[in-house]
């Protein structure tokens, strides 16, 4: 286009057919190249008025804006279901089963605890392998396991109902506050035998 076509648009102004194929071309080519603004690029460059590029786009049926092709997106693979987990002890959920073998193993875990430091079994093997003790104390039920008994200390030799006691003084007031402590945690059972015997009597 000659540098005349470039200035300010005067009104009466006629533009030859070949004017307005550069404009429609070039907004065309702008608009390839960037997606969009060719009609306002033109406009600005050839000192034309947007409105009348508008018309020699429509004229020449092109869009003033290039249409965008987008591929379409690919559509997800779907997510892989996740292998079934191992059945583990821990899983202490309600309703959750346990085979007999993994019974059995907790009752020899405290079976061989208790063996060894002669109480603390049910509570161990309750937080070894994540369960609930009260569910450990059902397996050693059901195994016939009995639970081993609070009671320790000082063993006393028994002859003909009588008690034979040796040692030094320190050795003897040492049993007798062994012994005290015995006394106390019995009693202390017992008042707790008697209460929930009380309690089951007065229900009735």
């Known amino acids: 286009m000659s540098t005349a076509t470039k200035k300010k648009t005067v009104t009466g102004i006629r533009y030859t057919d070949a004017q307005k194929k550069e404009v429609v071309d070039y907004v065309a080519s702008y608009n390839a190249a960037n997606g969009r603004g060719g009609q306002s690029k033109a406009a600005e460059k050839f000192k034309i008025s947007q409105l009348t590029v508008s018309a020699w786009l429509k004229a020449a049926g092109t869009s003033a804006k290039a249409s965008s092709n987008k591929a379409p997106k690919a559509a997800k693979a779907p997510k892989a279901s996740p292998a079934p987990k191992a059945t583990k002890i821990g899983n202490n959920k309600p309703g959750t089963r346990y085979t007999p073998e993994q019974k059995q193993e907790v009752v020899n875990f405290a079976v061989a605890y208790n063996a ?4 603390g ?3 161990k093997a309750a ?3 994540k369960i609930s003790p009260l569910t450990v104390f059902a397996w ?3 195994a016939g396991i009995r639970k081993p008994s609070k009671k320790g200390g000082r063993k006393i030799v028994t002859h003909t109902s009588k008690i034979s006691i040796s040692g030094d003084f320190d050795s003897k007031l040492s049993s007798l506050v062994g012994l005290r402590k015995q006394i106390a945690s019995a009693e202390a059972e017992l008042a707790k035998l008697v209460a929930k015997f009380d309690a089951i009597k007065g229900s009735l």
Request: proline share 0%.
């Open 116 to 119: 060894e430091h002669g109480r």
């Open 121 to 123: 079994g049910q509570t």
């Open 127 to 129: 937080s070894h392998f």
């Open 140 to 142: 050693l039920k059901a």
